[in-house]
């Protein structure tokens, strides 16, 4: 079985466009888990009307307590021997998304089968590409802690669930993905990047992505500086120098962009000064 998980938060402006990429999936044995994380929009009514349409979506509701909890909740709730993420405001491009993810995974024998991701903004167009490659799960979690790399993203992989065994999301910051999901795709033996299925993501510009300096751009901070730390103690020299420089490109971006604002900049650099150095010096270890 697949595990199709989905954390929500009021995201009714997109849910059922992603809901429905997720429902039309002509893969047998699947289950859509959508964790309904205390919205206050008419997201969870939306969840729940899918569900009473496909016996497959299966609706969770929680207090609001972040991304990290509603993954992990959505983790421990999964029947499925494999599992995959979907952000509630984005969608799988075709029917056959997990049939793919799944062909590869059996001819492969592989633990992880990551999709192309492609950006859009109010309706995706991609057209189908041919190719595959293949990595170690080493080399992939060192792609996803480097800059201009494969990115540490938790959606678009289909993941063999034991892999998080021991793991879990941070349950108190953003970006919690960039903390764990690297160290989740190393212990695979072999991955596979299938370049012929989409996985949608949507250029949300209300999203967290796109939001002003703030705590939000703190954590992004601290989650490279955590892969750094974790990299020095499980002597992963790779991923620490690449997180590394992830951090140091962040720090002084965010830095320049608080300098050019004339906001908070005592506030702000006094608490990464410190490690921004030890970076630099990681660097040369």
């Known amino acids: 079985m697949v595990s199709i998980l989905v954390p929500v938060y009021n995201s009714e402006k997109y849910l059922s466009f992603c809901l429905s990429s997720l429902a039309s999936q002509d893969y047998g ?3 859509i888990l959508v964790l309904d994380d205390g919205s206050s929009d008419h997201s969870l009514s939306i969840s729940e009307e899918f569900s ?3 016996g497959r979506i299966r609706v969770i509701r929680e207090k609001h307590g972040g991304i990290g909890r509603a993954r992990n909740i959505l983790l421990r709730e999964a029947r499925g021997e494999y599992v995959l993420f979907v952000d509630s405001d984005d969608a799988l491009s075709s029917p056959d998304f997990v049939s793919c993810l799944m062909a590869d995974m059996d001819e492969y024998g592989a633990d992880v089968v990551a999709s192309r991701t492609l950006s859009f903004r109010s309706r995706p167009r991609a057209g189908r590409k041919v190719g595959r490659k293949i990595y170690s799960g080493k080399d992939f979690a060192f792609l996803m802690t480097r800059p201009l790399g494969v990115f540490c993203y938790s959606h678009s992989r289909l993941i063999k669930k034991t892999l998080f065994d021991g793991e ?3 349950e108190n910051m953003i970006f919690e993905d960039v903390v764990t999901m690297p160290w989740v795709i190393k212990k695979a033996e072999k991955v596979v990047l299938d370049s012929s299925t989409v996985y949608c993501y949507r250029i949300n510009r209300e999203g ?3 939001s002003p300096f ?14 750094e730390e974790r990299g020095k103690r499980e002597n992963d020299r790779r991923i620490l120098k690449a997180s590394a420089v992830f951090f140091l490109t962040k720090y ?8 050019l604002r004339r906001m908070g900049i005592k506030k702000y650099s006094a608490q990464f000064r410190e490690k921004a150095c030890k970076s630099w010096r990681n660097l040369f270890l």
């Open 168 to 170: 879990s999301f941070p």
């Open 52 to 54: 009473r349409r496909d």
């Open 214 to 227: 703030s705590r939000k751009s703190l954590d992004e901070m601290e989650a490279y500086w955590m892969n």
């Open 252 to 259: 002084y971006y965010y830095y320049l962009k608080v300098l």
């Open 208 to 210: 967290l992505s796109h």
């Open 29 to 31: 044995p699947l289950e």
